[in-house]
């Protein structure tokens, strides 16, 4: 007969089913096994004793007959491990992006996410960060790269000094009664004058044309020089004979020459001082162009004269206005059609290759105000496609020839010149990749150094393989050429150096780029055999020279702010700065725990 307990005992729980393969009790005097739950009952929980968690009751319940309920407790709150959770997906999601190539390993062995950066001046749309300053009724739009590394603090002061030194230029400079203060203000007075008593003798013309032809031209190839030697040597005898199209060349040409003069170089060619001649040459410009009725003319003559005028007037006029003048002269080569290559329009070899110098002449001047002022340039990559120049002499083009001439290899006349179009094309982001994409908006790091090797080895095999170190031109163009390419890739290095996530290294890669850019521009100021040049030497020449110097600045500014603020946080109270420029502390209870980082 089977006993009621024991039956009951053999009868399933519904509540709580016994697990498979769970533990077994062989009991102490080794009966049948006894399933076990694997958590205590609720009263046994509530009473706080001890349950041996037996099915369907346990010892405790049975012994003070009780009511025995099993039930699972909730689930207890574990702690996640936070850092190699994080750490497992972090790699998982690294691998996903390396899979898809959008994750590259960096030079430095840190996996960096992929972003596009641009080695033009102007941003593209996707990277563009323009700001507006604006207050009191005024505002400046800032849409350009080489000031994004100064706040908008700097900024801010940047911009009221400026404003404060146009309203003191306003109040101190009154309209000189028988010139216009620029071209554009004559231009809009309307007023013509005679400029008879301002031409130079015979021979003193000549000698600002050889000055010109030595000094000038071969960092400006702008003239024919063979067609306008014979303009003027005709119109120096009889200035009055000239025609306004003439004289507006004609007095720009002087007027460069006394610019490119030193003042030893004045007093004993000219006999007189150098200060005086500019500004007699430079008023006879700027109304000879009102005269000729510049902001109207289709003649590129004209134009020449302009550009001639405004290249030695960046240091004349102030930032903002003269970035105005380089617009105009834009407007009117863009009229002129010089953006649109010659060849395909069906013009003459000569006048082709004079309107293709011009434009890139013309597109730099315009990109160097246009980076001072803070705004983007007027041509835009996308809408022009002159060709740049060929590689040749003076006397292998002549006016009414009928074809185009041959191309030289080696080093001619127009060697500075095309050594900077070539680069200057790469940083405008003219070029096309093999796959069509604009070379503005580059994929990646990597992809952008593909860009910057392949300007470097045109620019090396086209030009500077010809050039002889000893001559100052070839000297000149070395430095501009090497820098350049070094100012690309410190472009490109820029955005992510100014990121919070930038390592010492790639800091100190960045220093060691702006610091070669500063050492060539200095060096080529103290060249002895570039004195004849010094005109284009004395200000910052070299491409990325501003954002050179500006990362410099910037980078010893932060430095030392950091050293200032770990002097403050130190616990040891006291510290000192090595040669190397790394920052150490000792503490009167030993040495502290702190040290600055990797010296520049």
Request: hydrophobic share 40%; proline share 5%.
């Amino acid at each position: 007969m089977v006993i009621p307990e024991r039956q009951a005992r053999n009868q399933p729980v519904a509540i709580a089913p016994a697990p498979v393969g769970g533990a077994t009790d062989l009991g102490a005097k080794g009966g049948p096994p006894q399933h076990v739950m694997p958590y205590a009952c609720q009263t046994c929980a509530k009473r706080k004793v001890k349950c041996d968690k037996a099915i369907p009751i346990c010892s405790s319940c049975r012994k003070s007959k009780i009511e025995c309920t099993y039930q699972a407790p909730p689930p207890r709150w574990r702690t996640r491990k936070l850092a190699s959770d994080v750490l497992e997906r972090l790699a998982r999601y690294e691998r996903i992006l390396h899979q898809h190539g959008l994750l590259e390993k960096s030079q430095f062995g840190e996996a960096t996410i992929s972003e596009p950066v641009s080695i033009n001046w102007n941003e593209p749309e996707a990277l563009r960060t323009g700001r507006l300053l604006a207050g009191q009724g005024r505002s400046r739009y800032i849409d350009s790269s080489l000031w994004h590394t100064i706040g908008d603090d700097g900024m801010q002061h940047v911009s009221d000094a400026e404003e404060e030194e146009e309203e003191e230029d306003l109040v101190f400079a009154g309209i000189d009664e028988d010139f216009a203060l620029d071209p554009l203000t004559g231009a809009f007075i309307g007023s013509r004058r005679d400029l008879l008593q301002y031409h130079p003798t015979h021979e003193k013309a000549m000698i600002l044309w050889e000055t010109h032809i030595e000094n000038v031209e071969p960092l400006c190839k702008i003239l024919h020089i063979p067609s306008t030697t014979k303009m003027l040597e005709a119109n120096s005898w009889q200035p009055g004979m000239a025609s306004k199209v003439d004289e507006c060349l004609m007095f720009a040409i002087y007027h460069f020459a006394v610019f490119s003069m030193t003042e030893e170089e004045c007093a004993a060619k000219l006999g007189q001082p150098r200060a005086v001649l500019m500004q007699r040459y430079h008023l006879a410009t700027r109304q000879a162009l009102v005269n000729a009725s510049f902001l109207r003319t289709t003649e590129l003559s004209i134009l020449q004269a302009l550009v001639l005028f405004l290249m030695p007037c960046r240091y004349a006029y102030d930032s903002h206005t003269f970035w105005i003048l380089t617009g105009v002269a834009v407007r009117i080569g863009q009229r002129m059609g010089i953006h649109k290559d010659g060849e395909k329009l069906g013009l003459p070899p000569f006048d082709d290759q004079m309107r293709r110098r011009l434009f890139y002449q013309l597109l730099p001047l315009d990109g160097d105000a246009s980076q001072m002022t803070g705004t983007g340039i007027s041509i835009m990559p996308d809408v022009w496609n002159t060709q740049r120049p060929l590689n040749i002499n003076d006397d292998q083009i002549w006016p009414g020839m009928t074809e185009a001439p041959e191309e030289q290899k080696g080093g001619t006349e127009m060697v500075f010149c095309l050594s900077r179009s070539c680069l200057g094309e790469f940083f405008a982001g003219a070029r096309r990749r093999a796959n069509g994409a604009n070379s503005g908006l580059l994929k990646d790091y990597q992809d952008a150094e593909l860009l910057i090797s392949e300007a470097e080895n045109e620019v090396e095999e086209k030009y500077i393989r010809y050039c002889d170190i000893v001559n100052p031109l070839h000297f000149l163009t070395i430095g501009l050429a090497r820098s350049g390419i070094t100012a690309m890739r410190l472009r490109v290095r820029l955005p992510r150096v100014r990121g919070p996530n930038a390592t010492d290294a790639e800091q100190r890669e960045a220093f060691e780029l702006a610091q070669k850019i500063l050492d060539t521009d200095t060096t080529a100021y103290a060249h002895a055999g570039l004195k004849k040049y010094r005109w284009y030497v004395r200000p910052f020449f070299l491409w990325g020279t501003w954002d050179a110097l500006i990362f410099v600045l910037t980078t010893l500014w932060k430095r030392c702010n950091l050293l200032l603020a770990r002097k403050r946080i130190c616990p040891g109270g006291r510290w000192s700065i090595s040669t190397t420029t790394t920052g150490k502390c000792w503490s009167r209870r030993g040495r502290c725990m702190w040290r600055l980082g990797a010296s520049l």
